[in-house]
């Protein structure tokens, strides 16, 4: 059963940094592009930061490009986001997501989310 | 810069009717178009990726049309666990993964 399992969540400061980490389990993770995908409480999606199989494609958001740096270790099935400089909209639900190739383009399995909240 | 545009806001329909739902890009982003619902409390699920394409396990009754700049998802008789939030988002134009603001499908 493929698996994505969100941590790192928490509270923290305007900014200040935070590291969240995506266990993925039951796919050949090498073999995929990786996503972040964030929802503001009540609100809808915003994709955040994209990484293609082989690290030689990635992608941010506008909104936190410059912040927040997306990298993976295929040894360890596992994706992370480094998140600088953090601001009150950052404030979200942070989702994990397989992409359904190589590729930058579609979520095709989702994590449970894991909460930051970014306050004083 | 590319913006996805949902349309309604907020569907009411009732079960067993069909439902419509719209979403337009800004600038064509030819058939990389993929549909996302969303229940309470859940994560997003995939239903249809390719603007017409479903995902593995979604059922006939969901279906997506359209390409370049006009895309319409839609759910031939709803059934009550269709009733959530419904997103597009393009994966054309980089970064890719922009998502439209949604629609809100709920029963009348």
């Known amino acids: 059963e493929v698996q994505l399992v969100e941590s790192g969540g928490g509270l923290v400061q305007p900014g200040r940094s935070l590291r969240l980490s995506c266990a993925a389990s039951?796919?050949?993770?090498?073999?995929?592009?990786m996503h972040w995908v964030r929802q503001a409480p009540g609100k809808g999606l915003e994709w955040v930061s994209g990484?293609?199989?082989?690290?030689?494609?990635?992608g941010y958001a506008d909104s936190v490009k410059g912040r927040f740096t997306i990298s993976r270790d295929n040894a360890k099935n596992s994706v992370y986001l480094q998140m600088n400089s953090l601001k009150a909209e950052d404030t979200a639900y942070y989702y994990c997501?397989?992409?359904?190739?190589?590729?930058?383009?579609?979520?095709?399995?989702w994590g449970q989310g894991t909460l930051v909240t970014v306050s004083s | 810069e590319i913006v996805m545009t949902q349309s309604p806001a907020t569907l009411s329909a009732s079960p067993g009717e069909r439902a419509t739902l719209s979403c337009r890009a800004s600038?064509?982003?030819?058939?990389?178009l993929a549909w996302y619902q969303q229940q309470p409390g859940q994560a997003p699920r995939l239903l249809i990726y390719?603007?017409?394409t479903r995902a593995t396990g979604i059922p006939a009754r969901f279906s997506g049309s359209g390409s370049g700049t006009q895309f319409t998802l839609t759910i031939s008789s709803l059934q009550s666990e269709d009733f959530a939030v419904y997103y597009c988002?393009?994966?054309?134009?980089?970064?890719?993964?922009?998502f439209g603001q949604g629609t809100k499908l709920e029963i009348k």
């Open positions: 988002q393009q994966y054309n134009t980089w970064p890719p993964g922009l």
């Open positions: 039951g796919f050949t993770f090498a073999d995929y592009a």
């Open positions: 990484i293609s199989w082989n690290s030689g494609s990635i």
């Open positions: 390719g603007a017409s």
């Open positions: 997501a397989k992409d359904k190739g190589q590729w930058l383009a579609v979520q095709i399995i």
């Open positions: 600038q064509s982003v030819t058939s990389n």
